[in-house]
């Protein structure tokens, strides 16, 4: 064989297996534009202009598990700070985090997302591969800074999906067992009952947001991993109280 014909030859392979990669990697699910959520980060910053903030604070940054938690009313011995929005994949964290999370340089984090990442079509590892984006961005800026990730949570409406869920949870899991300022925080195996399932009684009539009880158990798990953060010490203040929706 000449060797024209065995560069062909090699070409046409190259070319079969590129074409049988692309359905694969076109499948692979694009991260949503955050700029969906600029006015939300922007009444963020708002209010942040108008009021007092907490020194040091403990912030809770991540989707709508977190933008629903009312943590000023269930951690009254902590100055939190919560910037949930709904709907956020990590992605979206990542790309407001100077702007949510660092500027307030909290004294720990605790961070929900990932949840709408894999109902998108995102593998395991790249929630995984996301997480470690968001860590490496707040450490370096905020070296000492601990950050408890609490793992997707099993819900009533995308059970289904909760093989991948977990596989996210164990490769953040077993990433954080390797460094002391990560932590992880299990409020998923609580929220299954004897039979294997989500409780119930855990979730809203849409199968996925909390109830009351669904917080109850959440901040009954995280409190022991705050106790003795930060005090109720302030800025200056630059106007009223903040909003629940907002702490």
Request: proline share 9%; hydrophobic share 45%.
């Given at each position: ?63 709508s598990s977190i933008r629903g938690w009312p943590t000023a009313e269930s951690f009254p011995e902590i100055p939190v700070v919560n910037r949930g929005f709904g ?20 004294s720990a984090i605790v961070f929900y997302a990932g949840d709408n990442d894999v109902a998108a079509g995102k593998s395991p590892q790249r929630v995984f591969e ?80 909390m109830t009351a009880m669904g917080y109850a158990l959440w901040t009954r798990i995280v409190a022991p991993y705050l106790a003795g953060r930060g005090s109720k ?15």
């Amino acid at each position: 064989m000449s060797i024209p014909r065995r560069i062909s030859r090699a070409g046409a392979f190259l070319a079969a297996g590129l074409a049988m990669l692309a359905p694969i990697v076109s499948q692979a699910p694009e991260d949503p534009d955050p700029s969906r959520f600029d006015d939300q980060i922007d009444a963020f910053e708002q209010w942040d202009r108008q009021n007092a903030a907490p020194l040091h604070p403990v912030l809770f940054v991540g989707s709508s598990s977190i933008r629903g938690w009312p943590t000023a009313e269930s951690f009254p011995e902590i100055p939190v700070v919560n910037r949930g929005f709904g709907g956020a994949h990590v992605s979206d964290v990542n790309h407001f985090a100077r702007r949510i999370v660092v500027k307030y340089a909290p004294s720990a984090i605790v961070f929900y997302a990932g949840d709408n990442d894999v109902a998108a079509g995102k593998s395991p590892q790249r929630v995984f591969e996301d997480y470690q984006a968001f860590v490496d961005l707040v450490h370096g800026a905020l070296p000492s800074t601990p950050i408890l990730f609490l793992p997707i949570k099993p819900s009533l409406s995308r059970w289904a999906l909760w093989g991948q869920m977990a596989a996210a949870n164990s490769l953040v899991r077993a990433h954080s067992e390797k460094h002391p300022l990560l932590l992880y925080v299990d409020i998923a195996a609580p929220m299954l009952g004897h039979d294997g399932n989500p409780r119930p009684a855990l979730f809203v009539e849409d199968g996925l947001h909390m109830t009351a009880m669904g917080y109850a158990l959440w901040t009954r798990i995280v409190a022991p991993y705050l106790a003795g953060r930060g005090s109720k010490q302030t800025e200056e203040a630059h106007g009223s109280g903040q909003p629940d929706n907002h702490r």
